[in-house]
């Protein structure tokens, strides 16, 4: 009896060590970045889906062919993917990174994608692709920055396009598949989520950023009291906002009201705000004659007055 077992442990052991030389050792480490991928039993038109994987999931490539690899997924199955669905290492690094970065930026303005909209990890068409994101996806405006483009015209004979300068925007937002992510898309694929004076009032207006300075109570409830940074014009400018406009509630007219106007800045945001018990401060940096200066300024109960160095 004795005798059996320790056969049929040793026929265990190599049974073991047969199929662990029988599996591939995979090429490298990549990681899901689709929200919803099938892994197929094969490379053809005909075939069955053998798992499915979400963004993050790490899978080992055992092979590549043509735009297709075959991987093994951390279950144990193996089947084949589509290029396009892998995330190297070093991408997935850049976008906990652009994460971590994003957590520590105020967020300048909300709203959500027009159109299906490619998430990357610079500002630029031509970079890394994180995820795609569905039209209505609400996101949160950290950053802006510009990006010279040059569009290919794609016919032989036809003279290039002369280059266009696009605005990007840094923004955070949470996929339902891909958890927390973060990353520069086209700034005119962004509908804005502007407070009603903003829209009504700033008609022509690019608002580039926004913010509830404080609240009043009216007889029908409280309004808030708003800053918008913005300016007027086609996209690809240098500065971030040429103008500013604070607008209040009047409490006699119950009506909005364009409290303070100021023109022909060149800022830069962010703009940050400081919210007290009876005032709100706000700042950022603006290009001017003399260079780059900052500007402060303090909103209490209906009036804005700026702040200067003596």
Same mark, same amino acid.
């Given at each position: 009896?004795?005798?059996?077992?320790?056969?049929?442990?040793?026929?265990?052991?190599?049974?073991?060590?047969?199929?662990?030389? /029988?599996?591939?050792?995979?090429?490298?480490?990549? *990681?899901?970045?689709?929200?919803?991928?099938?892994?197929?039993?094969? $490379?053809?038109?005909?075939?069955?889906?053998?798992?499915?994987?979400? *963004?993050?999931?790490? $899978?080992?490539?055992?092979?590549?062919?043509?735009?297709?690899? =075959?991987?093994?997924?951390?279950?144990?199955?193996?089947?084949?993917?589509?290029?396009?669905?892998?995330?190297?290492?070093?991408?997935?690094?850049?976008?906990?990174?652009?994460?971590?970065?994003?957590?520590? /930026?105020?967020?300048?303005? #909300? !709203?959500?994608?027009?159109?299906?909209?490619?998430?990357?990890?610079?500002?630029?068409?031509?970079?890394?692709?994180?995820?795609?994101?569905?039209?209505?996806?609400?996101?949160?405006?950290?950053?802006?920055?510009? +990006?010279?483009?040059?569009?290919?015209?794609?016919?032989?004979?036809?003279?290039?396009?002369?280059? =266009?300068?696009?605005?990007?925007?840094?923004? #955070?937002?949470?996929?339902?598949?891909?958890?927390?992510?973060?990353?520069? $898309?086209?700034?005119?694929?962004?509908?804005?989520?502007?407070?009603?004076?903003?829209?009504?009032?700033?008609?022509?207006?690019?608002?580039?950023?926004?913010?509830?300075?404080?609240? +009043?109570?009216?007889?029908? !409830?409280?309004?808030?009291?708003?800053?918008?940074?913005?300016?007027?014009?086609?996209?690809?400018?240098?500065?971030?906002?040429?103008?500013?406009? $604070?607008?209040?509630?009047?409490? /006699?007219?119950?009506?909005?009201?364009?409290? *303070?106007?100021?023109?022909?800045?060149? !800022?830069?945001?962010?703009?940050?705000?400081?919210?007290?018990?009876?005032?709100?401060?706000?700042?950022?940096?603006?290009?001017?004659?003399?260079?780059?200066? /900052?500007?402060?300024?303090?909103?209490?109960?209906?009036? +804005?007055?700026?702040?200067?160095?003596?």
């Amino acid at each position: 009896m004795r005798r059996v077992v320790i056969i049929l442990a040793v026929f265990v052991v190599l049974a073991v060590a047969w199929w662990a030389l /029988k599996r591939e050792t995979p090429l490298e480490r990549a *990681y899901i970045r689709g929200r919803t991928v099938n892994v197929w039993n094969r $490379v053809a038109q005909v075939r069955e889906p053998v798992a499915t994987l979400r *963004y993050g999931d790490v $899978v080992g490539v055992l092979e590549r062919r043509a735009e297709n690899a =075959r991987v093994r997924t951390a279950q144990g199955d193996e089947g084949w993917v589509n290029e396009r669905h892998l995330m190297s290492p070093e991408l997935w690094e850049k976008t906990a990174a652009l994460v971590e970065s994003a957590c520590s /930026k105020a967020v300048q303005g #909300r !709203g959500q994608t027009k159109v299906l909209s490619n998430l990357r990890t610079e500002p630029g068409r031509e970079a890394p692709r994180i995820v795609q994101l569905s039209a209505g996806v609400p996101v949160e405006i950290l950053a802006r920055q510009v +990006v010279e483009y040059k569009p290919s015209s794609g016919e032989e004979g036809k003279p290039e396009e002369s280059a =266009r300068r696009e605005d990007w925007v840094l923004v #955070r937002t949470s996929d339902p598949d891909a958890g927390e992510v973060a990353g520069w $898309v086209l700034g005119r694929f962004i509908e804005p989520a502007l407070p009603d004076p903003l829209r009504n009032l700033g008609a022509g207006i690019r608002w580039m950023a926004w913010f509830e300075l404080n609240r +009043v109570m009216d007889e029908n !409830g409280e309004r808030g009291q708003f800053l918008g940074v913005g300016t007027i014009g086609p996209e690809g400018g240098a500065c971030d906002f040429t103008l500013m406009r $604070v607008y209040t509630w009047n409490l /006699k007219r119950h009506r909005y009201e364009t409290a *303070y106007v100021e023109s022909f800045l060149c !800022g830069r945001l962010p703009v940050a705000i400081t919210a007290g018990d009876k005032e709100t401060t706000f700042s950022f940096a603006n290009i001017g004659r003399r260079g780059e200066e /900052k500007r402060e300024y303090i909103f209490r109960q209906n009036i +804005v007055r700026r702040l200067r160095k003596p």
